[in-house]
DNA sequence: CCCCTCGTTTCGGAAACAGAAACACCACGG
DNA sequence: CCGTGGTGTTTCTGTTTCCGAAACGAGGGG
């Protein structure tokens, strides 16, 4: 399983379009999550282990790898920190951020729980 | 694996902080890619798998329903569609769209492929 | 020296996924 | 009437991904 890169044909896409592959890359559990955790600023590996409960060390080391032949984190003294790529990819996800606390807010007015058991 | 929702403890998050239950449900394969389809108008099951070549329809199948019970699409006479919900999630996602493509631009200039051979 | 913390890798079992096959359904044409 | 082909959906089997714990080496302080 390569890296989704932009320009390369990814998992689901032949085309390599710079959305498709980011899709790929964001579609594997913990990536979002890493970069937004890496938001404030450089963390090292425990402390993303920390910080994500559930987060298995050899998913992290694996999606630290993938994150970093993209181009979106890098090593550093401190741990690890978004590259100026991250950074601008953090900017880009923060409607999601609003997003979320407006679907929060629809999800308690209209159907509770109106689905599976 | 419970479907996602915004103030119930999700995958990695006990809190159930819109953002987290947002990062879970798109951290699933699939997910994002999707909605994504369904933007432009409703379409069938066997319409998205078409569009998206190499999802099963095991999983496919799996994140209709997710998604439906996380009240972002709607099964409608034509198929699937977003509900008002999925269509302004499709908008919070368009930043992610247009960083993709700086994602594009950025990996053509420096470092061509510089990571795993 | 010992112990604690960190970064990282390894490995066995569990969960998620891919892919093909199958079923039910409905419209159409013989 | 019976096939043919198009939907939507489920089931099954093998592969991939992931979790979780354990382990390793390196470095710092008692």
Chains 1, 2 share one sequence.
Do not use: H, K, N
């Amino acid at each position: 399983m390569p890296t989704p890169r932009p320009g390369v044909p990814v998992r689901g896409s032949t085309t390599g379009r710079p959305i498709m592959a980011a899709m790929d890359l964001f579609g594997r559990r913990w990536a979002l999550r890493i970069l937004w955790e890496l938001r404030a600023g450089p963390l090292g590996a425990r402390a993303l282990l920390a910080r994500c409960e559930g987060l298995s060390s050899s998913v992290l080391y694996q999606r630290l790898r993938e994150l970093t032949s993209s181009g979106l984190i890098t090593p550093s003294p401190d741990g690890y920190e978004l590259t100026r790529l991250g950074t601008t990819l953090g900017q880009a996800l923060r409607p999601l951020d609003e997003w979320a606390v407006t679907w929060a807010r629809e999800q308690q007015q209209d159907g509770e729980d109106p689905g599976e058991a």
